[in-house]
Nanobody
Framework: EVQLQASGGGLVQAGGSLRLSCARS????????IGWFRQAPGKEREGVSC???????SYADFVKGRFSVSRENPKNTVYLQMNSLKPEDTAVYYC??????????????????????WGQGTQVTVSS
C-alpha cells in the first residue's frame, strides 16, 4: 500500500477550470495505474478517469471532452485537468493507485475495489 496525496481542489464558478494533483512523496508512481474517483454527498463513489503506466487513458462518459489526465514521471505526479466545470461535478475527488490493473485502467472497466492504495480526497465545489 502506498500513501497518496490529492490536492488542488477549491471553489470555482461553472465553466471554470481546476487542476488536481496526485503525488506520493518520496517514491515513484510510474509503476502504478492511477485512477481518479469522486464522491458527492449521498452518492456512491464513481470512477472519473484512469491512466496506466504506458500513458493509456480512459474517461467516464460524463467527463469526456472536459477532463484530461496526465502523468509527469520526473515530478512523480499525476494530474487531472478539469475544464468546463459544471455544478454536478461538485464532489470530493480521490486518487488511487495499483500496480496490477493496467488493462482495467486503460479500458475503463475498473472499479474502486481494484485499487489497493488511496489518498485523502480534495473538495471540488462548482457554483452555478
Amino acid at each position: 500500500e502506498v500513501q497518496l496525496q490529492a490536492s488542488g481542489g477549491g471553489l470555482v464558478q461553472a465553466g471554470g477550470s481546476l487542476r488536481l494533483s496526485c503525488a506520493r512523496s518520496g517514491f515513484t508512481l510510474d509503476a502504478y495505474a492511477i485512477g481518479w474517483f469522486r464522491q458527492a454527498p449521498g452518492k456512491e463513489r464513481e470512477g472519473v478517469s484512469c491512466i496506466s503506466t504506458d500513458g493509456s487513458t480512459s474517461y467516464a462518459d460524463f467527463v469526456k471532452g472536459r477532463f484530461s489526465v496526465s502523468r509527469e514521471n520526473p515530478k512523480n505526479t499525476v494530474y487531472l485537468q478539469m475544464n468546463s466545470l459544471k455544478p454536478e461535478d461538485t464532489a470530493v475527488y480521490y486518487c488511487a493507485a495499483d500496480p496490477f490493473i493496467q488493462n482495467l485502467c486503460s479500458s475503463g472497466t475498473y472499479i474502486a475495489t481494484d485499487f489497493g492504495s488511496w489518498g485523502q480526497g480534495t473538495q471540488v465545489t462548482v457554483s452555478s
